[in-house]
C-alpha cells in the first residue's frame, strides 16, 4: 500500500520502488487469513509474485523475469491487494493510526513486489512487446488506484484517524504519514459525489493511457530516427564517439557507416564536437522534433487531450486551474509563488545567456564563419569560447570522468555527508538483470 500514495500523484504512472526488506504480516486480518494468506503464497508459480529470496533479507530474481509472466502478476497483485483494502475498510474495529494507516502501509506487498520488475522494464528493458503490455495495463492500474481512493468506508476511517485526538499524540513521523494518506484521497477524488466520481475515474483513465502513449512515442522516435553520416563526415569528432558511432551503425546493418542515434547521450557530443554546421542542425531537429514529426507517433493531439483532460479534472475538485491542484502540497504551495520565483530568476538568467551567445557570435565572426549563432551552434561555439577564455578543453578532461572513478567520487561523497560504507557483492552472489550491473552492499561506518 506504500506504492498506493506515490501512485496517486500520476495515477498509473508505475514507478519501481519495492523494497527488498521482507514484509510484516498484517495483524488485523486473523489467524485463519494470514495463513490462507501464507497458503496462497506458496502456491504462487509466477516468479514476479514470489517473495523475494537470498541474501540481504531477499533480492529480486531478476536473472528468472519473465515479460509474459508480467501481466498476470499485475492483474493477481491487484486482486490481491484490493483483499487487502477491503479488510482494512470493513474492520469493525474503531479507526485507529495501527489498524488503518499501519496496515495501509503494510499491504500490497505483493504489487510492490511485480513493481520492482516492471520498473526494469520500463526504465532498462523496454521493447515493442513491453510497451503493448504497458499500454494494455495502465488504464487497468489507474482503474485499480481509482477504486481505492472512491473506497468511501475506506476513506471514513482515514478521515476519522486524521481527525481524531489520537493524531496528536502519535509521533511527527506517524502525523506526517496520516496527513499524506488522508490528502492523497481528499486530492484525487474521495470527496465527490457519485455522478463526479464516475467522471473522475473515466478521466484517470484515459490519462494513464494518453501518459503511457506520449512517452511510448517520444521512445519510438529515439529507436527510429537515426542520422548516418560517412567518414568524410567526421570532422572533429573525438577518437571515442567515432567508435561508438561506427559500432552503432553495425549493429543496425548499416556497415561503413556511422550512426548518431536520437538520443541525448549520441547527440549531446555530436553537437560539442563536429565541424560540421548543417549535420549538427538536422541532428538537432531531429531530437529536439521527437513527438513532432506528424506521423503515427506524434504527440500534439496527445498533449492538447491531457491538459483539456487535466483541466476538467481539478474543476471537478474546485480548483481553478491544474496548476493550483498540482503546486498545493509543493514547497511553493501555489502558482503566484512559482511565477514570483522565476520572475526574479529570469531577467539575469536571460542576460546571462545573451552574454554567452555573445562570445560565441564573437569567436563566430573573428573565424569568418559568417553565421548568426543558432541553437544547433550553442555547444559546439560554448566549447570554443571556454577553450578561448579558460584553456578549458572538455574532451581532456573526459579522462578523468571514467565510470569507475566517477563511481568512486559519489560513493565518497556519500560517505561524508551520510557516513555510508560502500563494500563490492561477489559477482553471481545477487541477481542483476544485466551482465554490467554491479552490486554493493550499504552499510553504516
Request: glycine residues 4%.
Amino acid at each position: 500500500m506504500g506504492k498506493f500514495k506515490t501512485s496517486l500523484t500520476a495515477m498509473a504512472v508505475v514507478i519501481a520502488l519495492g523494497a527488498c526488506s521482507e514484509q510484516k504480516a498484517p495483524e488485523t486480518t486473523g489467524a485463519d487469513t494470514q495463513t490462507a494468506t501464507t497458503s496462497e503464497q506458496a502456491q504462487f508459480d509466477n516468479v514476479l509474485l514470489q517473495e523475494f529470496k537470498g541474501p540481504y533479507g531477499g533480492v529480486p530474481a531478476f536473472d528468472k523475469m519473465k515479460l509474459e509472466d508480467l501481466k498476470p502478476a499485475l492483474e493477481k497483485a491487484m486482486a490481491l491487494n484490493l483483499e487487502e483494502i477491503e479488510a482494512i475498510a470493513n474492520n469493525e474495529a474503531p479507526p485507529t493510526f495501527e489498524n488503518v494507516i499501519v496496515e495501509m502501509e503494510r499491504a500490497g506487498a505483493e504489487l510492490g513486489r511485480v513493481f520492482t520488475y516492471y520498473g526494469i522494464w520500463s526504465a532498462n528493458k523496454s521493447s515493442p512487446e513491453f510497451r503493448e503490455i504497458q499500454a494494455e495495463m495502465s488504464p487497468k492500474l489507474s482503474a485499480f488506484f481509482t477504486q481505492i481512493t472512491q473506497n468511501e468506508k475506506l476513506f471514513e476511517r482515514v478521515k476519522t484517524v486524521y481527525e481524531s485526538d489520537e493524531l496528536k499524540s502519535l509521533t511527527p513521523e506517524e502525523q506526517r504519514i496520516t496527513w499524506m494518506t488522508y490528502n492523497g484521497f481528499a486530492r484525487n477524488g474521495a470527496t465527490l459525489d457519485s455522478e463526479a466520481k464516475k467522471r473522475y475515474a473515466e478521466i484517470n483513465e484515459e490519462l494513464a493511457t494518453l501518459h503511457t502513449k506520449f512517452s511510448n512515442n517520444v521512445l519510438a522516435d529515439e529507436e527510429n530516427y537515426v542520422t548516418y553520416i560517412t567518414e568524410d563526415q567526421l570532422d572533429g569528432l573525438p577518437a571515442s564517439f567515432v567508435k561508438a558511432a561506427k559500432a552503432a551503425a553495425e549493429s543496425r546493418g548499416e556497415e561503413g557507416k556511422y550512426a548518431i542515434t536520437n538520443t541525448r547521450s549520441s547527440m549531446d557530443p555530436f553537437l560539442t564536437y563536429s565541424t560540421n554546421r548543417e549535420l549538427r542542425e538536422k541532428v538537432w531537429r531531429t531530437y529536439y522534433n521527437r513527438g513532432d514529426n506528424a506521423d503515427d507517433f506524434d504527440n500534439n493531439d496527445i498533449i492538447k487531450r491531457i491538459l483539456t483532460l487535466r483541466d476538467e479534472r481539478v474543476e471537478l475538485l474546485g480548483y481553478e486551474n491544474y496548476a493550483q491542484w498540482r503546486l498545493e502540497d509543493r514547497m511553493a504551495k501555489n502558482p503566484e509563488n512559482a511565477m514570483d520565483l522565476m520572475m526574479k530568476v529570469w531577467p539575469a538568467a536571460i542576460a546571462r545567456v545573451e552574454e554567452e551567445v555573445a562570445d560565441m557570435q564573437a569567436i563566430a565572426d573573428e573565424e569568418g564563419a559568417d553565421i548568426t549563432i543558432e541553437p544547433w551552434d550553442y555547444r559546439f561555439y560554448a566549447e570554443k569560447v571556454r577553450q578561448a577564455k579558460y584553456d578549458l578543453d572538455s574532451n581532456e578532461v573526459k579522462q578523468y570522468l571514467q565510470l569507475d572513478k566517477l563511481r568512486e567520487a559519489m560513493f565518497y561523497v556519500a560517505g561524508r555527508l551520510f557516513n555510508f560504507n560502500f563494500t563490492p557483492v561477489e559477482e553471481g552472489k545477487v541477481a542483476v538483470f544485466h551482465e554490467d550491473v554491479k552490486v554493493w552492499e550499504v552499510t553504516d561506518r
